[in-house]
């Protein structure tokens, strides 16, 4: 017979295992947003890439590239959130290796103090639950949609898979 300490037990080895493959593997590390080192013009925040940039989410940047009909990854982040934070160094090593024209990416506040009335307006449109979910659409279009969160590896896949 199992008792609850075994269970607590167990359950605390699991989650410590898990944090450890997920967040200390060699491809994700926690930096500080100030050695992110951000490119700012006219109030657009480029936090990674170059033939595929990531940035803060801007409205006026997000119409533009739908109208250019490229791919769009939007990462929805909270300030608060350490998951999200942990994603956003997976994040930016990924834009920053993507070598491909047409695709875009926005962090896009969500639930935090940042949050503004777009970001909020986009959350609903693609019925996002909470922080540290990713959309990618094109044309409109839901080219996938995941809770879970990712790693370096993850996001270059998924990225890949959606391009291909």
Known sequence: MVNK??????SLVVG???YLLFF???TT???KFSDQNPQQSSGLVKLAGDKSPYYTFNNTEYQKAISENK???LHFYANWCGICRAEQTSALR???ALNVEGMVGFRVNFGDSETDSFEEALAREFN???QHTKVIVKNGEVLLK???AWNEIVFTQKINEVLS
């Open 5 to 10: 300490t075994s269970l607590i037990f167990g």
């Open 16 to 18: 410590l295992l898990a």
């Open 24 to 26: 200390n593997s060699p």
């Open 29 to 31: 590390h926690i930096i």
């Open 71 to 73: 791919v769009i990854l």
């Open 94 to 96: 990924a834009f920053n």
């Open 128 to 130: 996002v639950p909470y």
């Open 146 to 148: 995941d809770l879970n």
